[in-house]
């Protein structure tokens, strides 16, 4: 289409650079940000989805600290155990060291040989009983549950570990990568350098207490309560008995020794938001960057091209009565946009893969996948078209007998 | 050519209506070169705008080679500008960003020829005003007089069979008023249908007819001019 | 002359009050974005300490295990084991402190108050001569309490509230993790941002509620909080098997006035560790560091990778605004092409236009600044309830944020003025006056 004026336009753009150029960069940056910002945001969204294998809604925990010199920490849990699982509408509860996503949390090193020169897989470990399946709602994909048999009491400051451990299925595949799952079942592994263990069985899914650790699927359950003082009760409960359950229980359980205090009873839920917090806070912060930016952005080629417009006044009255049709003012705003936002995307692509390559130097950023840059880039061009429309309406809508007006 | 009968513009605000032109009745044949003069406010811009179809009329008719404009589009009203009628503006009206080239190019853009057929027009038509050899300059690198020479160029591009000039001197000195309006007789001459607006009663004269407008009416006393008077220039 | 100028530019900004409302809230929301972001920066790296930083040493051993570093950087371990913290602490020619974390409950002699879990800090009396926290009652502990294992704490000023309902409570006695402890000073209001005497569990925590000597954890086999790291399992069994572990779970800062004693200290470490290796520790070569508080914290990386990306990004974002404002400032001026040439013809000099063109940007600079400071803080508050306690509770703004926010505004607009108000003055005089 030769009346799309490419050639003029351009030509009377260069006259008039740096109205064009302060656009052109605009939206270089523009897209420099929207673009790394969305890449940061969509990994944190990924990041945040991966699931812990719980009954999240239907799950919470809490502490209870003995204190005294007379406090029977294994009769205590013995009995606490009892009476939260024969409470109706709990499905199973644990006593246990850890709680996924919480941040604080034991882990060792695995290996499938003994010795401290052999590098070990970092894992997380739970000191659970028999019921830690089911209050985990974890799948047993190879091998048993732990039998009540198994489970023996750890005492304060006892370092050693039971021999048997049931592990997720990331772990197995860590420490057996050739071997499958069935075959893992039965295996020795040496915990801290040279302590065997037997894998009993294999879960599908569990997560690790630190959300940032790489590692955050490897999991190590051991048949064990503890004597401490100080302990965590993990406990599912049917679905919508949860609030209700947390209130009653840390009631009965304060109630049932006077010295001990009942603390930070808290829901799966609320240690997810906690640990993912400044996650969902970068993905809050960057969004709202994004939708600001893009939109003085907009307003800055609406203000620009506005003032081009009234700047232009007579030309376009002149070029209406030489014949030029409403659609065809039109099209030469939206025209010479979208040669503005072409050149500032050109430079926009090169910022945004620049600020990708400092943002890795720099910081834990990966690199963008490719199809970030060609959406950035129509997305700019949309951006652009939708905001030089107004200004380029009211172009067209400028009287041709402005062109015989002589002010 | 152009037939206008019984003719009315008025324009209203929320105060006053003003009629520009009332009942006014003109024609202009294929081949004059029809001066319009009258005082300013007596409704010749109106009456160039209307002609020019740059504005629509209240009322009345208007007919222009044959075609009734009254009941056109916007659209078809640019394309008939376009193919139709040359300008030829009083502050020339140039692109001051735009070459010569471009310039003159404007309209045959909008006309959709091809590349090849709109360089040869510009070519001609910048050769025929003498300033073929200026086509990559800036509006504001040349004179008065040049730079109407390059409205007219432009104007003529589009090969119209009807010009319509408001006050084509009124920017220029005398010795460049002249020139113009030598090269607009010798397009006359040619054959393009001109009619002009001017305040000029010297200019008027040298015109083929000479319409007299006053307070939005065709004043009677017609004046018939020889043309012999102006052509040996 | 200025008030003229001023005048000018208040009609003017009204006269286009669109336009003008839409360079401030561009300007406004740039600065907003920039302070919001740089103040977490300058809160998170800000220094706890200052006029003692550069004489505060965090003091780094590697006792890590033969065959693999403690990190992929062979970096020294973050923390000493309780070994190392004690046996350095017996060289007493230097300035030291060792600490490590615990948590007790704390019982009051009131019977009315219910028992509560406290964050005890286990450290020597150094902490209070080296760190200077305020006291509100009483002072540190004697030196030879550390010696002595005597059972006295300072209590926090929350802490005194609580059990002693902010009463003098100096020579008083509470029960902690079932012992006695005897009051001998209250701590006045302490909040150091980040905490950087320990930053292992995070920077930004406040102050433990408790401080107590370190040499106490032995006998009342105090539990260990913190950050707990081993490359072999401990050889002994029980409370003492694994405090003479390789397990590192403690903290330990050394104060020295010049480089002298820098060179001097670390030569002592070295000899410490070269002495530990013909025990049969210390198996890596040597790698001992000392470090200043604000390189530790860097170390450390308390600055979170997110607020520095958010930084960049948020001056990016002002550079957008500052960019829209030039634009919008141009297309402004050029339409004042007429009156401009109209001044100039009556006689105004270049400079004189000048001055009124970047007076009118100064203007809007100032109030996008004044709105933008008010925008930071809304920033502030959102990011704070954002983040809960990644980020601590006290950011705000101090005076230099505020001036940093005033002179940012005020020099990013009149840069972006500049320009456009140069274009303006170069307007001939003569020309516009005819045509147009």
Redesign the interface.
């Known amino acids: 289409m030769s009346n799309l004026e490419f050639g003029p336009i351009m030509r009377a753009l260069l006259r008039n650079k740096v109205g064009a150029i302060l656009i052109a960069l605009q939206i270089a940056v523009t897209m420099t940000i929207i673009v790394n910002a969305v890449f940061i945001i969509v990994e944190r969204k990924a990041m945040m989805e991966r699931e812990s294998g719980l009954d999240e809604a239907n799950t919470f925990y809490l502490t209870t600290t003995g204190f005294g010199k007379d406090f029977e920490s294994k009769r205590v849990t013995i009995e606490d155990l009892a009476l939260i699982r024969n409470t109706p509408g709990v499905i199973d509860a644990i006593q246990v060291n850890a709680i996924p996503m919480s941040g604080s949390g034991w882990s060792m090193g695995l290996a499938t040989q003994p010795g401290e020169e052999i590098e070990s897989v970092g894992t997380a470990n739970y000191m659970v009983d028999d019921h830690a399946l089911n209050t985990y709602d974890a799948e047993l994909l190879a091998g048993e549950n732990f039998s009540p048999e198994d489970i023996r009491f750890r005492e304060r400051n006892q370092s050693d570990w039971p021999d048997l451990a049931i592990i997720t299925q990331a772990l197995a595949k860590s420490l057996f990568p050739e071997l499958g799952i069935d075959e893992v079942v039965g295996k020795t592994i040496y915990i801290g350098d040279n302590e065997a263990m037997i894998i009993k069985g294999i879960i599908d899914k569990l997560q690790a207490p630190w959300v940032g650790w790489n590692n955050l699927d490897h999991v190590t359950l051991t048949p064990e309560m503890m004597a401490f003082p100080s302990m965590r009760y993990l406990i599912r409960t049917e679905p919508g008995m949860r609030d209700k359950l947390m209130t009653s229980l840390e009631e009965t359980l304060a109630n049932q020794y006077p010295n001990r205090i009942i603390r930070n009873v808290e829901t799966i839920t609320a240690t997810r938001d906690k640990s993912y917090r400044q996650h969902s806070a970068m993905i809050n912060i960057l969004t709202a960057t994004m939708i600001l930016l893009t939109l003085i952005t907009a307003l800055g080629i609406i203000g620009l091209a506005s003032f081009n417009v009234n700047r232009r006044r007579k030309q376009i009255g002149t070029r209406r009565a030489l014949g030029a049709s409403k659609q065809a003012i039109i099209r030469y705003f939206m025209v010479e946009n979208l040669i503005i936002s072409s050149f500032g995307l050109i430079l926009g692509v090169g910022l945004t893969i620049g600020l990708n390559f400092m943002l890795i130097e720099w910081f834990a950023v990966k690199a963008l996948d490719w199809y970030y840059i060609p959406t950035g880039v129509v997305l700019l061009f949309v951006v652009g078209q939708l905001a030089a429309f107004g200004p380029a309406f009211r172009a067209a809508q400028i009287s041709p007998a402005l062109a015989t007006r002589t002010i | 050519m152009l037939k206008m009968n019984n003719l009315c513009k008025s324009f209203r605000t929320e105060l006053v209506e003003t009629h520009a032109l009332r009942n006014f009745t003109f024609s202009v044949d294929e081949g004059d070169f029809v001066s319009v003069t009258g005082p300013s406010g007596s409704g010749k811009?109106t009456f160039?705008?209307i002609a020019?179809?740059?504005?629509n009329h209240t009322s009345g008719s208007y007919l222009l080679d044959g075609i009734d404009v009254k009941t056109l589009s916007?659209?078809q009203r640019?394309?008939l500008?376009?193919?139709k009628i040359g300008?030829i503006?009083?502050?020339f009206?140039l692109?001051?960003?735009?070459?010569l080239f471009?310039n003159v190019?404007?309209?045959l853009?909008?006309?959709?020829?091809?590349?090849a057929e709109?360089h040869q027009r510009i070519e001609e038509s910048l050769a025929r005003v003498g300033l073929a050899n200026r086509m990559k300059h800036?509006p504001s690198q040349l004179s008065g007089g040049q730079q109407q020479r390059v409205a007219i160029a432009?104007a003529l591009a589009?090969k119209p069979r009807f010009l319509l000039a408001?006050?084509p001197t009124?920017n220029l000195d005398s010795q460049m008023a002249k020139s113009v309006m030598g090269l607009l007789q010798e397009i006359n001459q040619q054959g393009t249908t001109i009619v002009m607006v001017t305040h000029d009663p010297e200019l008027a004269m040298q015109t083929s007819r000479n319409v007299f407008v006053r307070d939005g009416q065709i004043s009677e006393a017609e004046t018939i001019m020889p043309l012999a008077a102006a052509s040996n220039q | 002359m200025f008030t003229y100028y001023l005048n000018l530019a208040v009609k003017s900004i009204r006269r286009n009050m669109g336009l003008s409302s839409l360079m401030v809230l561009a300007i406004a929301l740039g600065i907003g974005a920039c302070m919001t972001t740089v103040t977490v920066n300058y809160m998170m790296s800000s220094n706890p300490i200052p006029h003692k930083s550069d004489q505060l040493f965090y003091v780094q051993l590697d006792n890590w295990g033969p065959h693999f570093p403690f990190n992929d950087e062979n970096e020294p371990p973050n923390q000493v084991t309780w070994r190392d913290a004690n046996n350095l602490m017996q060289h007493r020619q230097f300035k030291q402190v060792a600490m490590g974390t615990s948590g007790a409950v704390i019982e009051s002699d009131n019977r009315e108050l219910k028992p509560f879990m406290a964050g005890i800090r286990l450290t020597y009396t150094n902490f209070f001569s080296m760190f200077e926290p305020p006291f509100l009652y009483g002072g540190p502990w004697p030196s030879d309490a550390d010696d002595n294992m005597e059972q006295v704490v300072v209590l926090s000023k929350k802490t005194n509230q609580q059990v002693f309902e902010g009463e003098n409570s100096v020579g008083r006695s509470l029960t902690i993790g079932g012992n006695r402890f005897r009051v001998v000073g209250v701590l006045d209001d302490y909040e150091p941002i980040p905490r950087f005497y320990d930053v292992s569990t995070g920077a930004f925590q406040s102050p433990e509620d408790v401080f107590m000597p370190l040499t106490l954890k032995r006998p009342l086999e105090l539990s260990s909080g913190g950050n707990n790291n081993c490359w072999k399992d401990p050889d002994g069994e029980g409370f003492e098997g694994y405090l003479m572990s390789e397990c590192i779970n403690y903290q330990f800062w050394v104060e020295l006035n010049d480089i002298a004693e820098q060179k001097q200290y670390l030569s002592f470490l070295n000899a410490y560790v070269e002495e530990q290796k013909t025990l049969g520790r210390f198996p890596r070569p040597l790698n001992n560091r000392i470090s200043a508080i604000m390189e530790w914290m860097e170390i450390q990386e308390v600055v979170a990778d997110d607020a520095q990306i958010m930084m960049w990004l948020a001056s990016l974002f002002l550079l957008v605004c500052l960019l829209n404002t030039v634009g919008l400032l141009l297309s402004k001026y050029a339409t004042r092409t007429s009156d401009i040439a109209l001044r100039r013809a009556i006689g105004a000099t270049k400079q004189a236009i000048f001055s009124q063109y970047i007076t009118e940007s100064a203007l809007i600079g100032i109030l996008g600044g004044i709105l933008g400071l008010a925008l930071a803080l809304a920033g502030i508050e959102a990011v704070k309830s954002m983040y809960g306690d990644f980020i601590s509770e006290h950011v705000g703004m101090d005076l230099t944020i505020v001036g940093i926010a005033i002179v940012l505004s005020i020099v990013s607009s009149v840069l972006a003025g500049c320009y456009p108000a140069w274009k303006a003055c170069s307007v001939p005089p003569a020309t516009q006056l005819r045509n147009q």
């Open positions: 811009t160039l705008n020019g179809l740059l504005e916007d659209k640019s394309q500008r376009n193919e300008f503006f009083q502050s009206n692109i001051p960003d735009l070459n471009d190019d404007v309209p853009r909008y006309r959709g020829l091809s590349r709109r800036l432009r589009g408001d006050e009124g």
